[in-house]
């Protein structure tokens, strides 16, 4: 089964532009959750999107922004961008639901590096 | 304070040694705990997840919950170099995945 695959892999832009992101989960899963990585605040949740629908948001202002599509497929926009966005993007997908016995579990793409200049 | 606590090492264990991550949480509601290793420069990849008390084994990993204490552990057995990593902390509130937090991660460094 392929894994998750996000595009691109690599970005750079400048101050104040906006950039989108791109992911494709494991085929099957429903659950699509974007998080951003620094080496100063490490992993934070972003948000996840189940079935077309944001089911869940981190603590981050209203620049960032996604959606899901019907496929599954998600993409994360960020508008107006900082000098702080600059990170790793890292998405995660899983079932969304719970199914035997244990936790529902998420599986990382291998992100996309966005600088900002 | 901090949702997910772990320390941030670097923890140097000997290699074939026994390696002990820790872990402490806040959210008493919290039901569901997941270990992830990172390499540098690559993303997480999961480890064991655990949701009951007591000890959960899966080869040489060892995973270990105390709801109670609000304290979760991975022990790693017979530690490799390969076992080099930062490894991750991670609750959920839900028995679902969704939004789970991550702790900062703790630098483990296995000497030949």
């Known amino acids: 089964k392929a894994g998750v695959t996000q595009t691109p892999r690599y970005l750079i832009k400048t101050r104040g532009q906006q950039v989108t992101l791109s992911c494709s989960p494991i085929?099957?899963?429903?659950?699509v959750s974007w998080y951003q990585q620094t080496p100063g605040q490490g992993l934070q949740f972003l948000f996840e999107?189940?079935?077309?629908?944001?089911?869940n948001k981190g603590n981050f202002p209203g620049r960032f922004s996604g959606r899901q599509f019907s496929n599954s497929r998600s993409e994360m926009n960020v508008s107006t961008l900082e000098l702080g966005d600059s990170a790793l993007y890292l998405c995660?997908?899983?079932?969304?639901?719970?199914?035997?016995?244990?936790?529902?579990?998420?599986?990382f793409g291998p992100g996309t590096r966005l600088t900002v200049l | 304070q901090k949702e997910v606590e772990q320390n941030s090492g670097p923890l140097s264990v000997p290699e074939g040694a026994i390696a002990s991550l820790n872990c402490t949480y806040s959210?008493?509601?919290?039901?569901?705990f997941f270990w992830y290793r990172q390499y540098s420069g690559k993303s997480p990849e999961l480890i064991m997840s655990?949701?009951?008390?007591g000890d959960k084994e899966d080869g040489r990993f060892t995973a270990q919950l105390n709801k109670a204490s609000q304290y979760v552990s991975l022990l790693i057995r017979d530690s490799q170099p390969s076992d080099s990593a930062t490894y991750l902390c991670?609750?959920?509130?839900?028995?679902?995945?969704?939004?789970?937090?991550f702790g900062s991660g703790t630098r483990l460094s296995i000497r030949p």
């Open positions: 991670a609750v959920s509130s839900f028995r679902s995945a969704s939004k789970i937090i």
């Open positions: 085929s099957g899963h429903r659950s």
């Open positions: 959210d008493r509601v919290s039901q569901s």
């Open positions: 655990i949701y009951s008390n």
């Open positions: 999107y189940f079935s077309e629908t944001q089911r």
């Open positions: 995660a997908s899983s079932l969304g639901v719970l199914a035997g016995d244990s936790p529902d579990t998420q599986y």
